[in-house]
């Protein structure tokens, strides 16, 4: 049985792969979006605690899926951690987590067992 629920977006399909299957053998209940706005709509209907985010995706941002969110549904507040092969370096960790209130900002490439320590950090009743 799922333990909590976990969107993952990214446009690398690879990488939602190998995240998406991490997280199912820790038994979180996933699902995927390819573009922001999926995201969006993903988020809205399922409220996942938590959002794994591509910054850099089709469509909207991860940036800009943060933003919406927060728009469209001001009650809903999960964890967010913010994943960029891009957008890299301290000024974006810092504008990440000041901005944006992401609880982790993770660059690419990122091993999926270092990933599954930052959620067991947040929810560590589900690691």
Same mark, same amino acid.
């Given at each position: 049985?799922?333990?909590?629920? %976990?969107?993952?977006?990214?446009d ?13 053998? *820790? ?5 995927e ?34 933003l ?10 999960? *964890? ?7 957008? *890299? ?27 599954? *320590?930052? %959620? ?8």
């Amino acid at each position: 049985m799922a333990q909590g629920r %976990v969107l993952v977006a990214d446009d690398s399909k690879v990488f939602r792969a190998l995240v998406v299957e991490a997280l199912r053998e *820790k038994g979180w209940d996933v699902v995927e979006a390819a573009n922001g706005r999926d995201a969006i709509e993903h988020a809205l209907t399922n409220r996942p605690q938590l959002l794994i985010l591509d910054a850099l995706m089709p469509l909207v941002s991860g940036f800009d899926v943060i933003l919406r969110l927060r728009e469209k549904a001001p009650d809903y507040n999960p *964890k967010v951690f913010l994943v960029t092969g891009v957008y *890299k370096g301290r000024r974006w960790h810092t504008e990440g987590r000041q901005t944006y209130q992401v609880q982790e900002y993770l660059e690419k490439p990122i091993e999926t067992d270092e990933l599954l *320590k930052f %959620v067991a950090r947040h929810f560590p009743q589900m690691a």
